[in-house]
C-alpha cells in the first residue's frame, strides 16, 4: 500500500507537474513578466480620469515606460534560465505534493469500500480543483504582480478554510448517502463565501485590471486541466499497481 501510494502519487504528481509548467510558459508567464514591469514601475498605467493621472505626477502614455534605466533595474535579477528551472522544479515538487494527496483519498475511498477505476481519475481531479483552486478564486483571485491584497495570514486562514470545507463538502455529496449528509456538503461548500474572503478596505494597485483578469482567468484554465491530468494518471497507476 505504501509503495502505491508513493509511486503512484509522486510520479503521477511530477508529470502533471511538468505539464503544468508547460502551460504555464505558453500562457502566463508572459502575464507574470508583464505584471512584473507595472510593479516596479518601468511601465505605468492609468486607469482613472486625466486629472489622476495629472496628480499622480507623470506625463508618461498609458503602457510607456517611465524611466529610462532598464539596465539598472535587471541587475541582480535572476537570469530566465534559472527562473524557468526553478519554476519547473517548484511546479513539479507542488504536483507531486497534490498526487500524493490525491492517491491518499484514493486509498480512503478504498478503505470504506469505494474502489477507484481509472475512469474515475478525472473526477477526482476536477474535485481536486475545486476544492484547491476554484473555490478559493471565488474569493481571492489569483494575484497578478502589482495587484493588491488583505493581510498575508487573513487570506491563508480563509484559504485553508476553503479548502477543507470544499474538500469536505464535495466528499459528503459524493459518498453521502440521504438528506443529512446532502444538505451538511452544501452548507460546507457555500459557508467559506457566505463568511467572506478578507479583501482591503480599498482597491488600488499599479498592474491593469485587465491583464490581471486575464491572468486569473489563464491560471483557472492551466489549473483545470492540470488537474485533470494528474487524476488521469494517478488512477491509471493506482489501478495498475493492484
Do not use: C, K
Not at 502519487?9 to 505584471?35: P, R, T
Not at 535572476?78 to 528551472?85: G, H, I, L, M, P
Not at 507542488?94 to 473526477?123: K, T
Not at 486575464?214 to 485533470?228: D, I, T
Amino acid at each position: 500500500m505504501i509503495q502505491r501510494l508513493l509511486a503512484g502519487g509522486l510520479i503521477a504528481g511530477f508529470a502533471a507537474g511538468l505539464f503544468a509548467a508547460l502551460l504555464h510558459f505558453a500562457f502566463i508567464q508572459e502575464l507574470i513578466l508583464l505584471g512584473e514591469e507595472y510593479e516596479t514601475g518601468a511601465l505605468v498605467h492609468f486607469g482613472g480620469t486625466g486629472e489622476a493621472a495629472e496628480a499622480a505626477g507623470h506625463d508618461h502614455a498609458e503602457g510607456e515606460p517611465a524611466h529610462d534605466d532598464g539596465a539598472a533595474a535587471e541587475e541582480g535579477e535572476t537570469s530566465a534560465v534559472t527562473r524557468n528551472a526553478l519554476t519547473v522544479l517548484f511546479t513539479g515538487l507542488i504536483y507531486a505534493s497534490y498526487g500524493l494527496i490525491l492517491v491518499a483519498g484514493f486509498a480512503l475511498a478504498e478503505h470504506f469500500g469505494r474502489r477507484v477505476e481509472a475512469r474515475d481519475g478525472i473526477f477526482w481531479g476536477l474535485a481536486g480543483f475545486a476544492a484547491l483552486m476554484l473555490a478559493p478564486a471565488m474569493g481571492l483571485a489569483p494575484e497578478l504582480p502589482g495587484s493588491v491584497a488583505a493581510e498575508l495570514g487573513a487570506r491563508q486562514a480563509w484559504w485553508l478554510g476553503t479548502v477543507v470545507a470544499t474538500a469536505g463538502g464535495l466528499a459528503l455529496l459524493a459518498f453521502g448517502r440521504g438528506f443529512v449528509p446532502a444538505l451538511i456538503g452544501g452548507a460546507l461548500l457555500a459557508g467559506p463565501h457566505l463568511i467572506g474572503a478578507p479583501h482591503p478596505e480599498g482597491f488600488f494597485g499599479v498592474a491593469p485590471p485587465e491583464v490581471a483578469g486575464e491572468y486569473s482567468a489563464r491560471v483557472l484554465g492551466v489549473g483545470f486541466f492540470a488537474w485533470a491530468a494528474l487524476g488521469w494518471l494517478a488512477a491509471r497507476l493506482w489501478t495498475r499497481d493492484a
